[in-house]
């Protein structure tokens, strides 16, 4: 089973400012790595596929990067309505398996 | 526009079973891959199964592999998840999720549901 493994845990930022969020993956997933916002109380929300890939309606503030184990989300400019806990998922092998999350707060 | 509602959860004992579903509408059911992922309560996401179009194919993660079933009804637009054997381990909120479309890589999901809860207790 591929573990993925993000970091950090929680992430205080303050409006306005970038937010850089990691995933690694336990084995090369390539670029099949998908991300995911959750606010509370509601159902997950694709952000990003293909590790750079925005998902349809997703402002240009989000960008992915990377490839292999290693990968980035980055939200250039944290809006009021970014705050939420963010996951990393594989897609590259079964089982499918998703990170821990990332809980970006203000 | 799409829309996957869930139903089915509620309170079962140790040992016993329950059936999950998930009406689906506003897209053509049966040309996707369809999936089921859990969050027990104040934790992460866990994938939890995965039936391609013409249920042809499932997929199971190993925690519930032999206990839970995917099932699906093309000409009812619905998905199931019968669970057996049912644990404490298994409480989670339980999300029904739409695989995009596409062939190859392509094993995440871009619509899910509200989910339903199941809470396993004595």
């Known amino acids: 089973e591929i573990v993925m493994t993000q970091s950090p845990a929680t992430l205080s930022v303050s409006p306005g400012e970038r937010a850089t969020l990691s995933c690694r993956a336990s084995?090369?997933?390539?670029?099949?790595l998908a991300w995911y916002q959750q606010k509370p109380g509601q159902a997950p929300r694709l952000l990003m596929y293909?590790?750079?890939t925005r998902a349809t309606g997703i402002p240009a503030r989000f960008s992915g990067s990377g490839s292999a184990t290693d990968f980035t989300l980055t939200i250039s400019s944290l809006q009021s309505e970014d705050f939420a806990v963010y996951y990393c998922?594989?897609?590259?092998?079964?089982?499918?398996?998703f990170g821990g999350g990332t809980k970006v707060e203000i | 526009e799409v829309q996957l509602l869930e139903s089915g959860g509620g309170l079962v004992q140790p040992g016993g079973s329950l059936r999950l579903s998930c009406a689906a509408s506003?897209?053509?059911?049966?040309?996707?891959?369809m999936a089921w992922v859990r969050q027990a309560p104040g934790k992460g996401l866990e994938w939890v199964s995965n039936?391609?179009?013409?249920?042809?194919?499932?997929y199971y993660a190993d925690s519930v592999k032999g206990r839970f079933t995917i099932s699906r009804d093309n000409s009812r637009n619905t998905l199931y998840l019968q669970m057996n054997s049912l644990r404490a381990e298994d409480t989670a909120l339980y999300y029904c999720?739409?695989?995009?479309?596409?062939?190859?890589?392509?094993?995440?999901?871009?619509?899910w549901g509200q989910g339903t809860l199941v809470t396993v207790s004595s």
């Open positions: 999720a739409k695989r995009i479309g596409g062939s190859g890589y392509t094993n995440y999901f871009d619509y």
């Open positions: 293909g590790a750079s």
């Open positions: 506003g897209f053509t059911f049966s040309n996707y891959a």
């Open positions: 998922q594989q897609y590259n092998d079964w089982p499918l398996t």
């Open positions: 039936i391609d179009g013409n249920a042809g194919a499932t």
């Open positions: 084995q090369s997933v390539s670029s099949h």
